[in-house]
């Protein structure tokens, strides 16, 4: 921290808490798990928390959002994982469109905001990782080339989750040849793609089978032409406004690992205790205690760094330092959450019923999306420390 900060770390929004746990007391282990089974999305789910207003927290309320402070949309997703579900499904929804918010033009804000408050139009897809250039951003091939009052796109993302269920996709596409930017960062550009328009007309989406349920897809552009006034921002900065609602992704995303290592602690405090072997409750062999106790500190020390970087998101201040330890913490203390439940549980972690192995798989996913634990230290290590740029 470079400036001091007076905040409130105990704003828990316990009313937005129960809002949440009631929605989710019908959809239960059952629910996801089924749906895990198909690869299906949770449109049900999806609806319910769009009704509530959940999913437009973070839009102004000028906008018909709920104009919720950060930590507030942070605790919803939180609260959604440490009931047993998933918000992956309809997390985006609440950060792409800070972009837009920040960068959109008046009329794009005033066309795309109340409708996606609304619920009417989905803004899910994200569209940034291509498979050649991965992590380095800078690299990445998908053109947007100028033509009249259109931009014609080719290329490729890959991982472009819910791009088969929502109707706009924010994409990030080269519109200035790396060799001919000063800077490798620039030349990039956002658009807001309606997707209801593109598919089957240069736009091709295909779903990846993956690890866990998160309706992720490759899309494959060719010659899609798009109205020039989807360009979101400034031409050739896109990469920049994306950047600028990272910190807010990473620490509303962490909610989630800190939700999951709370149903990990909760659900194997409980079996701990149930589970007889050798006359007594495994609980009380420090072997089982132990590494359940260490995970609950960890959730713990994560949470509180997310609480100040939500904190100083939202006072206007510097906040990369926190959100990426947040990120790297929470992610981590969800893993060993993940790994003491399962140890816990012995062979019954296995059972799909008990929803373990299907936590433990999409809790894995914190560490690799959407950033990766290597890039959040790199960050750390340039950034925070004044080490050497190590890429
Ligand atoms: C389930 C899921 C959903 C996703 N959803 C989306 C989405 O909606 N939209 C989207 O755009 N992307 C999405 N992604 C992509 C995700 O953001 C990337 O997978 C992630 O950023 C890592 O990029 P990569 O897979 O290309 O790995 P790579 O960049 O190829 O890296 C591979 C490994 O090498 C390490 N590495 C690379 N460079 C360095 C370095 N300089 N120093 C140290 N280590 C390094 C990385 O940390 C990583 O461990 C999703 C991914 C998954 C798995």
Not at 92 to 104: D, E, I, N, P, S
Not at 182 to 205: H, P, Y
Not at 344 to 361: L, Q
Request: aromatic share 8%; proline share 4%.
């Amino acid at each position: 921290m470079t400036e001091p900060l007076t905040m409130t770390l105990g704003e828990d929004f316990p009313e937005i808490r129960e809002g949440v746990r009631r929605i989710c007391a019908d959809f239960p282990g059952a629910y996801w798990r089924e749906l895990d089974e198909r690869e299906a999305y949770p449109s049900e789910f999806v609806q319910a928390m769009t009704d509530a207003g959940f999913l437009s927290a973070l839009i102004p309320e000028e906008f018909g959002g709920a104009g919720l402070p950060l930590r507030a949309a942070g605790v919803i997703l939180e609260e959604v994982h440490a009931c047993g579900g998933n918000a992956g499904a309809t997390h985006a929804q609440m950060y792409t469109m800070g972009t837009v918010l920040r960068h959109g033009s008046p009329a794009q804000k005033a066309k795309y905001l109340p409708e996606i408050a609304a619920g009417r139009l989905r803004l899910q897809a994200f569209g940034v990782t291509e498979p050649t250039s991965g992590t380095d951003t800078t690299q990445l091939k998908t053109r947007a080339v100028r033509d009249g009052d259109h931009y014609v796109v080719n290329g490729q993302k890959i991982w472009t989750s819910r791009a088969l269920y929502s109707d706009l996709m924010l994409l990030l596409a080269r519109t200035t040849p790396l060799e001919q930017v000063k800077k490798r960062t620039e030349g990039l550009s956002v658009f807001l793609v309606d997707m209801r328009e593109a598919v089957g007309n240069g736009m091709t989406i295909r779903p990846i089978k993956a690890m866990i349920n998160h309706n992720t897809t490759e899309v494959f552009f060719d010659n899609l032409r798009i109205p020039a006034d989807t360009l979101v921002g400034t031409e050739g900065q896109g990469l920049r406004h994306i950047m600028d609602g990272m910190n807010a992704e990473r620490i509303l995303v962490s909610h989630e690992s800190i939700g999951d290592a709370k149903w990990f602690v909760r659900t194997a405090v409980k079996y701990a205790n149930e589970r007889v072997v050798f006359g007594r409750p495994i609980g009380q062999n420090q072997g089982i205690q132990f590494p359940i106790a260490k995970a609950y500190a960890q959730a713990q020390a994560a949470e509180l760094m997310l609480r100040r970087a939500a904190a100083a998101f939202e006072a206007g201040l510097p906040c990369g330092e926190e959100a990426n330890l947040g990120k790297l913490l929470s992610a981590e203390a969800a893993w060993e959450a993940g790994e003491a439940c399962m140890q816990t549980h012995g062979g019954f972690a296995y059972a799909r019923e008990y929803d373990i192995e299907r936590k433990w798989r999409e809790a894995r996913v914190q560490r690799t999306a959407p950033i990766s634990t290597n890039l959040i230290l790199s960050y750390i290590a340039e950034h925070v420390l004044g080490l050497p740029r190590s890429y």
